[in-house]
């Protein structure tokens, strides 16, 4: 019957892991549910006891340094207006430092130069530098490196 105690652990830390996201209880939930696989096959005390520690401390020396790593790298893909930065569009209306219109994925965005001094005709290919708010800021094709 100590399979069903380490399985009220684990609930009880699952539970925790719930509330703080720390990736610790978590871990630990895991090993004690090892302990109740081996409580379960009839391991002795001092095994379930052993069988939980070398888990946990797996867990928590290996598996958590590389989840909290993955957690803060960030997303490999753009969302939003974020994606749309590094595309070409066309110049629909001429592009000055002030206004201007392009036709960027399929859809028309007010746009500006990058620079104060160019000025980009309607039929050039752009490049999109960044977005501010619903505006693209963009940067001439032919004047890249």
Not at 38 to 62: D, P, S
Request: proline share 4%; aromatic share 6%.
């Amino acid at each position: 019957m100590s399979w069903i105690v380490w399985l009220l652990l684990a609930a009880v830390l699952g539970v925790a892991e719930f509330f703080t996201f720390t990736f610790a209880f978590g871990l630990l939930a895991g090993a004690a549910l090892v302990a109740a696989v081996v409580a379960g096959l009839g391991g002795a005390v001092l095994v379930q006891v052993a069988a939980f520690a070398v888990a946990g401390a797996a867990g928590l020396v290996i598996v958590r340094p590389i989840a909290r790593q993955h957690m803060r790298r960030p997303p490999l893909t753009s969302e939003g207006s974020d994606a749309l930065v590094g595309k070409r569009a066309v110049v629909i209306e001429e592009v000055t430092a002030e206004h201007g219109l392009i036709k960027l994925s399929g859809e028309t965005w007010s746009a500006r130069t990058l620079d104060d001094e160019h000025v980009i005709p309607a039929g050039a290919v752009v490049d999109v530098m960044e977005i501010e708010g619903a505006t693209a800021i963009v940067y001439p094709r032919e004047l890249l490196p």
